[in-house]
């Protein structure tokens, strides 16, 4: 089945009372049984609910995994894959990782005696230097938040193979539709549904995928037991949202792929990060486990003095300046202050993320419209507070 059909069949069936070809909205916090024990496959709605398991059947099967769990949130997913772990074990993860994953890797999880190692993910070698006895999980972004690193999925499956370490790829950037991390030997996704899944700003979810039952077992017993699970409603939007995902995809591809070469040939712009230009860091790696590259960019203006950007960020008419990423609209951020504003500034620094740098994430709105917006933003600002 293709991957269009998927996003609209696959795990969804009409209705058996009634027909209804949209998977209902199962609003109820219990089930009744005929007898203790005897029911039709759900006692209580934290454990089970059907709206919910259609939805963790679609997107499992949109990632070509077996198992899918979805969570209240995407940091709910991630805080679920932590607690596999234990005290004395260490995570290798990415020097540009998004701020909310640092900061529940820090402030959260580290004081319970788990170490965490940030190193430069696009080079395999600072991975396989970190490598200790104790690694038993590596965590990769690919492309990562904000700078759009690629990370070489398939090599860090092999890294984390040789290391008996676990391989759990953050796929929000790409979604499935782009990349599917399974299929190149990870042994968990996880979403921020939030963002591309849903794709419309209205709901707040995360989700994890995987093909190892084991894994599988163990995460739904912390989802049942920890309760971070989303309701029904939610999971009818994400599942109504899914299904135009692949349409979507191609324009923020498209739309993408034209604001990344009018920023790269614009007079003010220093520098622009997308991994689709030849001259990216690891970009045949992108070419090789990406289908395209996608709606995120971020770029630095020639004069990098912050409040030229602070003004640049509040001038847009159609980019609107929010946190998150992902929806049909297009929307502009300031992650120095917004969504790293939790890492170190001098870890930003080194990782490429200055306090200058400007993201975009391309919704699907006319190209034409987004780069005259972009246009009158940056030329305004830029030459106002440059001369």
Same mark, same amino acid.
């Given at each position: 089945?293709?991957?269009?059909?998927?996003?609209?069949?696959?795990?969804?069936?009409?209705?058996?009372?009634?027909?209804?070809?949209?998977?209902?909205?199962?609003?109820?916090?219990?089930?009744?049984?005929?007898?203790?024990?005897?029911?039709?496959?759900?006692?209580?709605?934290?454990?089970?609910?059907?709206? *919910?398991?259609?939805?963790?059947?679609?997107?499992?099967?949109?990632?070509?995994?077996?198992?899918?769990?979805?969570?209240?949130?995407?940091?709910?997913?991630?805080?679920?894959?932590?607690?596999?772990?234990?005290?004395?074990?260490?995570?290798?993860?990415? @020097?540009?990782? %998004?701020?909310?994953? %640092?900061?529940?890797?820090?402030?959260?999880?580290?004081?319970?005696?788990?170490?965490?190692?940030?190193?430069?993910?696009?080079?395999?070698?600072?991975?396989?230097?970190?490598?200790?006895?104790?690694?038993?999980?590596?965590?990769?972004?690919?492309?990562?938040?904000?700078?759009?690193?690629?990370?070489?999925?398939?090599?860090?499956? *092999?890294?984390?193979?040789?290391?008996?370490?676990?391989?759990?790829?953050?796929?929000?950037?790409?979604?499935?539709?782009?990349?599917?991390?399974?299929?190149?030997?990870?042994?968990?996704?996880?979403?921020? !549904?939030?963002?591309?899944?849903?794709?419309?700003?209205?709901? !707040? +979810?995360?989700?994890?995928?995987?093909?190892?039952?084991? %894994?599988?077992?163990? /995460?739904?017993?912390?989802?049942?037991?920890?309760?971070?699970?989303?309701?029904?409603?939610?999971?009818?939007?994400?599942? *109504?949202?899914?299904?135009?995902?692949?349409?979507?995809?191609?324009? @923020?591809?498209?739309?993408?792929?034209?604001?990344?070469?009018?920023?790269?040939? @614009?007079?003010?712009?220093?520098?622009?990060?997308?991994?689709?230009?030849?001259? @990216?860091?690891?970009?045949?790696?992108?070419?090789?486990?990406?289908?395209?590259?996608?709606?995120?960019?971020?770029?630095?203006?020639?004069?990098?003095?912050?409040?030229?950007?602070?003004?640049?960020?509040?001038?847009?008419?159609?980019?609107?300046?929010?946190?998150?990423?992902?929806?049909?609209?297009?929307?502009?951020?300031?992650?120095?202050? +917004?969504?790293?504003?939790?890492?170190?500034?001098?870890?930003?620094?080194?990782?490429? /993320?200055?306090?200058? /740098?400007?993201?975009?994430?391309?919704?699907?709105?006319?190209?034409?419209? /987004?780069?005259?917006?972009?246009?009158?933003?940056?030329?305004?600002?830029?030459?106002?507070?440059?001369?």
């Amino acid at each position: 089945m293709k991957f269009g059909t998927k996003a609209i069949h696959a795990g969804v069936h009409p209705d058996p009372t009634t027909g209804a070809i949209m998977t209902p909205i199962y609003q109820t916090s219990t089930y009744v049984q005929t007898r203790p024990g005897e029911h039709q496959g759900y006692e209580y709605a934290r454990t089970q609910n059907p709206t *919910r398991d259609a939805l963790q059947n679609n997107i499992a099967s949109l990632e070509n995994g077996k198992h899918g769990l979805c969570f209240s949130s995407g940091l709910g997913a991630t805080d679920a894959i932590l607690k596999t772990l234990r005290p004395g074990d260490e995570v290798i993860s990415t @020097h540009d990782l %998004y701020g909310g994953s %640092y900061r529940i890797f820090t402030k959260v999880f580290e004081p319970y005696g788990i170490k965490f190692k940030f190193v430069d993910m696009q080079r395999v070698r600072e991975v396989e230097k970190a490598i200790t006895p104790n690694t038993k999980m590596i965590w990769v972004e690919t492309p990562t938040n904000p700078t759009m690193s690629i990370v070489d999925i398939s090599a860090m499956a *092999r890294v984390a193979k040789t290391a008996g370490a676990t391989l759990v790829v953050d796929n929000t950037f790409s979604s499935p539709y782009l990349q599917n991390p399974l299929d190149l030997g990870a042994d968990i996704v996880v979403h921020s !549904v939030t963002k591309y899944l849903a794709g419309h700003s209205d709901v !707040v +979810m995360g989700a994890i995928i995987t093909n190892d039952d084991e %894994y599988a077992e163990q /995460l739904a017993f912390i989802q049942n037991s920890c309760g971070a699970v989303p309701g029904p409603q939610d999971c009818f939007l994400v599942l *109504r949202g899914i299904k135009t995902l692949h349409l979507r995809m191609q324009r @923020h591809c498209e739309n993408g792929k034209r604001i990344a070469h009018f920023l790269k040939s @614009h007079p003010k712009v220093h520098k622009v990060y997308w991994p689709g230009f030849d001259d @990216h860091l690891n970009h045949d790696v992108a070419a090789r486990q990406m289908r395209d590259y996608g709606g995120m960019i971020s770029f630095t203006l020639l004069d990098d003095r912050l409040e030229v950007a602070m003004d640049v960020l509040s001038s847009f008419k159609i980019f609107s300046l929010a946190e998150s990423l992902g929806g049909v609209e297009s929307l502009v951020g300031h992650p120095a202050s +917004m969504t790293h504003a939790s890492i170190p500034r001098e870890q930003r620094l080194e990782s490429g /993320l200055t306090d200058s /740098l400007i993201r975009l994430s391309v919704g699907i709105e006319d190209a034409e419209d /987004l780069i005259s917006d972009l246009e009158q933003a940056i030329n305004q600002k830029v030459e106002e507070l440059s001369y």
